[in-house]
């Protein structure tokens, strides 16, 4: 059983930063992987980051290298997504997701909307 809880999801402009969180209860595996979707009104839901719970290898999306840094804390059961220099068209809900490293992302927390206005 894994359960996954987001936060710190809110309202900000264009340009401005958020951190959100993603806190991780149940079982967890050492050779799970820890990632980051999104989805906008209207479109598929999108990759945005993932980490190795395990090395913290990171992967990210193209749209967000450079803006965005996946980052663990394995003591605290957390993953955080650092949003810097966010865009009106990054406004989605975020969810926080969870996988055997090689297989499907099976475990999904219930989102954190995230508004970037102009």
């Known amino acids: 059983q894994v359960q996954l809880v987001e936060s710190g999801g809110g309202l900000v402009q264009a340009g401005d930063s958020l951190r959100l969180s993603c806190v991780v209860s149940g079982r967890t595996f050492s050779g799970y992987s820890m990632g980051w979707f999104r989805q906008a009104p209207g479109k598929e839901r999108e990759f945005v980051a993932a980490i190795r719970w395990s090395g913290g290898t990171t992967d990210y999306a193209d749209s967000v290298k450079g803006r965005f840094t996946i980052s663990r804390d394995n003591a605290k059961n957390t993953v955080y997504l650092q949003l810097n220099s966010l865009k009106p068209e990054e406004t989605a809900v975020y969810y926080c997701?969870?996988?055997?490293?090689?297989?499907?992302?099976?475990?999904w927390g219930q989102g954190t909307r995230v508004t970037v206005s102009s």
């Open positions: 997701t969870a996988r055997v490293v090689g297989g499907t992302y099976r475990y």
